[in-house]
């Protein structure tokens, strides 16, 4: 998804997007780094000219942190039920870490769809460079569950291509996951139209003076 990006469906609920610009990844589910038995997925910050430092990551949906640890990774849960990749209608659950402020991102604050929510970083234990580590949820938020590898993820986990739409991201490399595009009749964003009614008022206000 786009900085300040807002899908809505036609029955009035937000679809959940993918929250970075990009998809670039660098640990996929299960991976042989930190990732046994967890759903995770490290995501590289991307742009057009390469490689992104601090990259912002966007809320999928709007969402309420709901777990704050000391200072490595956040928990946010969608307000209000969305549309999930799947096909099913669900809150949402997803977990960031490694952003290297996360002070911005208070327990109980409520971000907009589309708002910046956190960043890429390297905040926390033996991180291997800079990325947003993401796990997500169908359902509301919970609990963690402590893996046999000694990590930690959500209770429940989901895939995560089972829970975000890839609209307006560009793949670079996806793993060979299922990522879907939401295609489904949605209601206009009045906002993309606001300037040319603008000029239509002028002109009419013109034709009549």
């Known amino acids: 998804m786009r900085a300040g990006q807002k899908l809505v469906a036609s ?3 937000e679809v959940a997007l993918f929250p970075l610009e990009y998809i670039n990844i660098s640990q996929g589910e299960n991976g042989s780094t930190s990732h046994q ?7 590289l910050g991307w742009g057009s000219n390469g490689r992104v430092y601090k990259c912002p990551c966007y809320a999928p949906c709007k ?6 640890s000391s200072g490595t990774y ?3 849960e969608s307000v209000n039920k969305v549309h999930l990749a799947d096909g099913s209608i669900d809150y949402l659950t997803i977990w960031f870490s490694h952003c290297d402020d996360n002070s911005p991102y208070y327990l109980g604050r409520v971000i907009e769809q ?11 234990k033996n991180v ?3 990325h947003s580590h993401i796990i997500c949820k169908k359902g509301k938020y919970t609990g963690q569950t402590l893996l046999p590898s000694n990590h930690w993820t959500l209770t429940g986990q989901s895939h995560i291509y089972n829970c975000l739409y890839v609209n307006d991201t560009t793949i670079l490399n996806g793993y060979g996951y299922n990522w879907r595009t939401y295609s489904g009749n949605v209601k206009p964003d009045y906002r993309k139209y ?3 009614w603008v000029l239509y008022a002028n002109k009419l206000r013109k034709m009549s003076s």
């Open 114 to 124: 589309g708002e910046q929510c956190n960043s890429t970083g390297t905040n926390g």
């Open 74 to 76: 956040r928990i946010f």
């Open 11 to 13: 029955d009035g609920l």
């Open 37 to 43: 038995g967890s759903y995770a997925v490290d995501f």
């Open 63 to 68: 969402i309420k942190v709901v777990y704050a």
């Open 194 to 196: 606001k300037f040319k």
């Open 128 to 130: 291997t460079g800079d």
